[in-house]
């Protein structure tokens, strides 16, 4: 398993874990990205990660994908 920041820009990849306090994980839940979940990262600008994710373009902080393990 790696974290999201190490996958590559316009690869689909699954969703095996999110980390994080209950909050953050409720949080990235909200936002779509749930275990089981394809997730595509459509680029990484200045600290941010945009992503594709339930066919939404959703853009998180570095630190937040690192807690998400693909």
Same mark, same amino acid.
């Given at each position: 398993?790696?974290?999201l920041t190490f996958a590559?820009?316009?690869e689909s990849n699954i969703i095996k874990r999110i980390?994080?306090?209950p909050? @953050?994980?409720k949080h990235l839940e909200n936002l779509?990205?749930?275990v089981g979940g394809e997730v595509k990262v459509i680029?990484?600008?200045g600290g941010n990660v945009i992503v594709n994710v339930k066919e939404t373009r @959703?853009?998180?902080s570095e630190e937040m994908a690192k807690k998400i393990m693909i």
């Open positions: 398993m790696l974290p590559d820009v316009g980390g994080g306090k909050e @953050v994980k779509g990205f749930v680029s990484m600008v @959703v853009a998180i």
